[in-house]
Each structure stands twice: as C-alpha cells, then as structure tokens.
T-cell receptor, first 113, second 113 residues
Framework: QQQVKQSPQSLIVQKGGISIINCAYE??????FPWYQQFPGKGPALLIA?????SEKKEGRFTISFNKSAKQFSLHIMDSQPGDSATYFC????????????FGTGTLLAVQP | DAGITQSPRHKVTETGTPVTLRCHQT?????MYWYRQDPGHGLRLIHY???????DKGEVSDGYSVSRSKTEDFLLTLESATSSQTSVYFC????????????FGPGTRLTVT
C-alpha cells in the first residue's frame, strides 16, 4: 500500500506546549521517513528524518518517535513557538535507491501566543 | 532552497496550450524530482530523473512529460494543459552521495483557465 495517513488535519497549541502529529503506513518496505515544514508561499523544508532501525531521533525541539511494529511514526515539537506555525508533512520513501517519496496530506499547526 | 531555482514562478495559461516548467540546480545532483501540491493531497510525485536522459514515472504522470538533457536542468511539460493541472509544482533534488534527503525549490504556481 503506497499510502501514508496523517493526522490531525489541523492543530492548535498554546505557546510552550507540545505539538504532536501522527502518521501511519502499511508498506513495510518503506525505508526512510522524513518530516517537512512548509510556510505559506514557500517550498517544503526538510525538518528531521528517521530510518526504521531507530526508535527515536531528536534534533533540538523536534523529535521523531518511530514504532515499527505498529507501523506508526510521529513528530513531537517541544516548547512550541508561534514561529512554528506552518504546515507539516510526513513522508515515506518507497523507491529504495531512487528515493521516491509518498507524502501525508499535511497538518496545519497554529501556535497561539 | 538548496540552490534550486524554478521558472516561471507564476503562470496563467489557457486550456489546451502547452506549458513547460523549468527546474535548475547548480550543485551537480544526480536525482531530480517533480511534484505537484494540491489541497487535501499533500505532494505527489509526477516524474523523476536519475541522470541525463534517464527519467521515470511517478504516481501521477498522466498528462506530463519530462526531459533532462543536461545535469542542471529538469523540464516538466504539460503537452495540452487542462484545468485539473492547476496546481503548485515543486522541483526537488536529492542530496549528494547516499543521502536520501530531498530539498525542494520555491515552486511554480500554475493556473489553467
């Protein structure tokens, strides 16, 4: 199944709170899972990524949690800031070395001051 | 935007006319990709290239063709534009070496009337 299901569609978080976005997949051949951040009028920017042999990866305030058995992965944004307000996309690589990505449908995050 | 430029940035065209979008990169990346972004669909892969004259289809390739005659340029052509091809088009490049990281350009907003 070449599909990645992302939830929620939108999210409102208070400044300083934790934002959590979830993605689920079916294809166990996926071998790379990136998260992208996109501001209006801009291209998606790579935020953080993980391989399935790792259960967690942290970069600053951003953490990916990966549950291989459940075929789920999530993005956690700690101490959320108004500047984090953007659309976030999860993705998965289904093309092996050709690196073809399948994307989730996006989550619009609004961090209220 | 990882040294990627896209042209034009905005275009309005009429149904049935041919349209060519250009992606240009300056860092000798082997892999290049074209995606379209539509509300509710995230980003979807149209075509990709793994070298000069080497291209292949993505998940939504119908109605599109591509060409890559030199490393730095990847062209996307709509032979006869339709209203369903109104979208934002993004080019991406894959990082050098064995990296699976993809970096996106600024996008082209295409409106087919």
């Amino acid at each position: 199944q070449q599909q990645v299901k992302q939830s929620p569609q939108s999210l409102i978080v208070q400044k300083g709170g934790i934002s959590i976005i979830n993605c689920a997949y079916e294809n166990t051949a996926f071998d790379y899972f990136p998260w992208y951040q996109q501001f209006p009028g801009k291209g998606p920017a790579l935020l953080i990524a993980i391989r399935p042999d790792v259960s967690e990866k942290k970069e600053g305030r951003f953490t990916i949690s990966f549950n291989k058995s459940a075929k789920q992965f999530s993005l956690h944004i700690m101490d959320s800031q108004p500047g984090d307000s953007a659309t976030y996309f999860c993705a998965a690589n289904y093309g092996g070395a050709t690196n073809k990505l399948i994307f989730g449908t996006g989550t619009l995050l609004a961090v209220q001051p | 935007d990882a040294g990627i430029t896209q042209s034009p940035r905005h275009k309005v065209t009429e149904t049935g006319t041919p349209v060519t979008l250009r992606c240009h990169q300056t860092e000798n990346h082997r892999y290049m990709y074209w995606y379209r972004q539509d509300p509710g669909h995230g980003l979807r892969l149209i075509h990709y290239s793994y070298g000069v004259k080497d291209t292949d289809k993505g998940e939504v390739s119908d109605g599109y063709s591509v060409s890559r005659s030199k490393t730095e340029d990847f062209l996307l052509t709509l032979e006869s534009a339709t209203s369903s091809q109104t979208s934002v088009y993004f080019c991406a490049i894959r990082g050098l070496g064995n990296s699976y990281e993809q970096y996106f350009g600024p996008g082209t907003r295409l409106t087919v009337t």
